[in-house]
Each structure stands twice: as structure tokens, then as C-alpha cells.
């Protein structure tokens, strides 16, 4: 990315003739594709060109983010950029902040003023800290939104971290997206039916205060992240329009069931389940019963599971990671449509993963921390014809590979210290990545290594987690951390 402007640049002198098809887009295509760069390379396309300095000057999205060794110079840039579109008459669709001193609140008031004259349509206010920075001494520190951004006429999406609302949530019902990171929220949420009309994404995140939430029949709510500590007493949602919901709860002193209920989620599609020593397989089970529509499945630090049985009939993906401090043992699939299944386990903690017959379909596998035999390992491929991507990382039983699975196209094999021999038969096979310190015994076709298709690793190489993704069919963003962290080579873009 650092080069990629350099190089337009000078592909542009070498074809004095040629026609710039890019700068001739309509300005409105110039600014969506500019929206996908991160601010820092935003403001380098103003270099291409006289025209492309005009786009930047013009593009509607301010993104600004600290800490700044010179707080005058900073002030003075956000008020230039705020004033720049007053005075042009143009248009602000996004106002984005990240500031790390309380001496900056004043000047926060008189920001958002002038973006609201502008007619922003999304705020994202994010007052950092430092680490003696205490949660626990809230609200003292906390910006206190100004009462003209209630009243707003313009404003649908509001993204607020370390901010204290002394207002009922109830002043947002005319918003479309709503976001509180670490807020300080005065009252209890309690929203139903109409209370908030145009709502369509929730996000609740380690609000310190807020020990319960309840949600009922919000009509365009389609996602929703909760993530909570011990404070949580009560989460109810029983919105069928939802159909992402992402749940992170550590409940050390309650039962999940005596804290949540989910069950009128009954049209929920992808879902994210990330708990601490508290969900029990009896409870687990009886909710994947009534999700008949779910299509993905994270399951991540469950430490009370012992057993997982998942039948749900639409499944097309399922994670299960972080497991290395519980107890499970076994797992059931008889999922006939699941087409990726990404498994982290415990290293030396055997866990028997049984697959029926009909989830024949399974595109993708990777395995992470795979204690097996090598009988067993065998047996559970065997199950997977189809199989064309195959990812194998720290499976230390493994001693001999042997894979003769007619549709394989990809095999990734990292850090497996006590592979001896791989053998792999598969007239589609177009890649094989070894990575780790001495490399076994590898035998392929021989097509493979006359396409440069055969590599072998010492350290781990530049993935992304975008790629896998795709192979997924998901956003590199729903990949949970253990892809990241544990894939060797596996980054976010």
C-alpha cells in the first residue's frame, strides 16, 4: 500500500497518451472508493492530482485520531477542516474523533456544533485513555455529550466510547445505529415495539452500570453485540428480526439461564457465542433447537461444555476455539449443508469429534491443536469427499499423512513437530504450504511442484485473514481472534 500512489503516479508519465479512467468517475463513485482506505492514505491521494486534490478537499468523511504532540496545532486543524465545509457549502456525512485529553471537551462542544450545521450523519466520539486511566472512577472522566446532538435532525449513526449519557436512551429512537463502548448509561434499557422505530444495529459493550437489558420486537433490528462482565443481571431479547447476534459474558456469579434468554431470536442466521464457565451442554443444545434458520456458529471459551451436538439443518459454518480451559470431550455434527468447519482445541486434551453421514458437503477444514491419532484423524477426513481446503496447525500426534481426497485443491500443514511423512494424492491439488523447522518426508503429484504450487516455510508467511475468509464466505471481520493469533502467518488487512 505505501507504493501503491508512487507507482500511479509514475505509470501515468510513462503513458503521457493514455486515457486516467479512474479520475474521470463521477465524484460520488471517487468518494465510496476512497471510503474504503484508512484516513492516513485518504489524505495521500491528494498528491495524484489537481483533480484528485479537489476529491479529497471535498471528500465527506472526517477522520481524526490521537494523541497529537502539538494539542494547539491539532485544535486548530479540526476547526480549518470543520470550516472548510461551511464555507464550501458541502455536504458532511461522517464526523470521527479520537481525543485523549479532558482539556479538549470545550472544544468538543463547538466541533459538534459545526458538524451538526453541516448536517452530519454519523458521530464517532472515542475519549482514550492512558492505563491509569480507572474504569471504576466513572463518570468523573467521561465527555458529556452537548444537548443540540439530541435534537437532531440529520444524525442516524452514533458511535460513543467513555462517554456519559445523563440522558434516557429514549432521546435516540430516531437512529439507525447505535454503538456505547465503556458509557456510563443512567437508566436501565427496557425498549420495545415502537420505542425505537429505525433502530437496525445495537451495540452494548462494557457499560459498568447497566445491569439489564430487555428488548422486545424492535422491527428493523437486525444485529446486535452484547458483551458483559459479572454487573450483568438480566439480558432478555426477543426481537425476530435479528438476525446477527454476538454474546460475550463472563457471569461468574450467576447461571445462564437464570441471566439470559435469547429464545425469540427464533430467526437468527449468524451467531457469535463467547462465554466463561457458565452455559451447560442441556442449555446450549436447547437453544440451537429453536435457531432452525442459523447458518453460522462461533462457539469460543465455553469452559462448562462437555458436549457439543449441533443439528441444525441450515448450517453452513462452524467455529469452535478457545477451548483449552474447559472440559470437552466430544462433539456431534449432523449438519447435511455445513460446508466449513474451523476447530482450535487443547493441545494434549483429546476431544472425538463424531460427524454423520450426511454432512458430506464440507468445503473447508482447519484444524488447530488436534490431539488424534492418526487412525482417527484418517477416519474423519474420509468423511469429506469434498473436501478442497485443508488447514492443519500444531496437530503434534500426527505422524504420517496420507490424503487421497479427489477434490483437494489447498493444504496448509504449520508446526506439526512430529510429522514424519505426507503423502497426498489429489489430481486438483494446486497448493501445498509446509511451515516450521524441518520438514517431513512430502510426496506429490508431480504437476504440483512443475507449477511452483509446493512451498516450504521456515517462518510464517503473509497471509490475510481476508483470504481465508473468503474461502469461508465470510467477512475477514466475523473471523474470530484465533485465527489470527494461532494460524502461523494469519494477519488482519
Not at 426481537?239 to 463472563?250: A, D, E, G, K, V
Request: glycine fraction near 4%; proline fraction near 4%.
Amino acid at each position: 500500500m505505501d507504493n501503491r500512489f508512487g507507482d500511479m503516479k509514475r505509470s501515468r508519465r510513462k503513458n503521457v497518451g493514455g486515457v486516467d479512467r479512474i479520475s474521470d468517475l463521477p465524484e460520488s463513485i471517487i468518494h465510496q472508493i476512497m471510503s474504503f482506505l484508512p484516513a492516513k492514505e485518504v489524505a495521500r491521494t491528494s498528491v495524484l492530482s489537481k483533480k484528485w486534490y479537489h476529491f479529497k478537499a471535498s471528500y465527506p468523511v472526517l477522520e481524526l485520531k490521537g494523541p497529537f504532540d502539538d494539542m494547539n496545532k491539532f485544535r486548530q486543524v479540526v476547526y480549518d477542516s470543520l470550516r472548510h465545509f461551511s464555507q464550501n457549502k458541502l455536504r458532511l456525512v461522517a464526523f470521527c474523533i479520537e481525543f485523549f485529553s479532558d482539556s479538549l471537551y470545550s472544544d468538543l462542544y463547538s466541533w459538534i456544533g459545526l458538524a451538526l450545521e453541516n448536517g452530519v450523519k454519523r458521530l464517532d466520539l472515542c475519549r482514550e485513555c492512558n492505563s491509569r486511566c480507572k474504569f471504576d472512577s466513572l463518570p468523573k472522566h467521561l465527555f458529556t455529550l452537548p444537548r443540540p446532538l439530541f435534537s437532531s435532525n440529520t444524525l442516524t449513526v452514533l458511535n460513543l466510547t467513555r462517554c456519559y449519557l445523563d440522558q434516557p436512551l429514549s432521546i435516540f429512537n430516531s437512529f439507525r445505529e447505535l454503538s456505547f463502548n465503556y458509557c456510563f448509561i443512567k437508566d436501565p434499557i427496557i425498549w420495545k415495539d415502537d420505542d425505537f422505530p429505525f433502530l437496525e444495529r445495537l451495540v452494548l459493550c462494557q457499560c459498568p452500570n447497566l445491569t439489564s437489558v430487555q428488548i422486545s420486537n424492535l422491527r428493523r433490528l437486525h444485529t446486535i453485540d452484547v458483551n458483559f462482565g459479572s454487573f450483568l443481571s438480566q439480558l432478555v431479547v426477543a426481537s425476530p428480526s435479528i438476525q446477527s447476534f454476538t454474546i460475550s459474558l463472563f457471569l461468574s456469579r450467576h447461571r445462564w439461564s437464570e441471566v439470559v434468554n435469547i429464545d425469540g431470536c427464533d430467526r437468527l442466521k449468524f451467531l457469535f457465542f463467547k462465554t466463561s464457565e457458565t452455559i451447560t451442554d442441556r442449555e446450549l443444545h436447547s437453544l440451537l433447537l429453536k435457531l432452525t434458520l442459523l447458518e453460522v456458529l462461533f462457539l469460543s471459551i465455553c469452559c462448562q461444555l462437555n458436549k457439543i451436538k449441533i443439528s441444525s439443518p441450515c448450517l453452513k459454518t462452524l467455529q469452535i476455539s478457545d477451548m483449552k480451559f474447559g472440559r470437552l470431550s466430544i462433539i456431534e455434527i449432523a449438519t447435511p449443508n455445513l460446508k466449513n468447519f474451523i476447530y482450535n482445541g487443547a493441545r494434549k486434551k483429546p476431544c472425538r469429534i463424531k460427524v454423520a453421514e450426511c454432512c458430506c458437503n464440507l468445503e473447508t477444514l482447519v484444524l488447530c491443536d488436534y490431539f488424534a491419532t492418526e487412525r482417527t484423524f484418517h477416519n474423519l477426513i474420509s468423511k469429506f469427499p469434498l473436501l478442497e481446503n485443508l488447514w492443519m496447525v500444531e496437530c503434534d500426534k500426527l505422524g504420517r499423512l496420507k490424503l487421497l481426497n479427489p477434490q483437494l485443491k489447498r493444504l496448509h500443514v504449520a508446526k506439526c513437530c512430529n510429522l514424519k511423512a505426507v503423502m497426498v494424492d489429489g489430481p486438483n491439488l494446486i497448493e501445498f504450504c509446509y511451515i516450521g523447522l524441518n520438514a517431513p518426508k512430502i510426496t506429490v503429484p508431480d504437476f504440483v511442484k512443475a507449477s511452483g504450487g509446493l512451498r516450504f516455510e521456515r517462518e510464517p508467511s503473509t497471509y490475510s485473514s481476508s483470504r481465508l475468509g473468503e474461502l469461508l464466505g465470510l467477512k475477514s471481520e466475523h473471523l474470530t481472534s484465533w485465527v489470527i493469533g494461532h494460524v502461523p502467518g494469519w494477519r488482519e488487512c
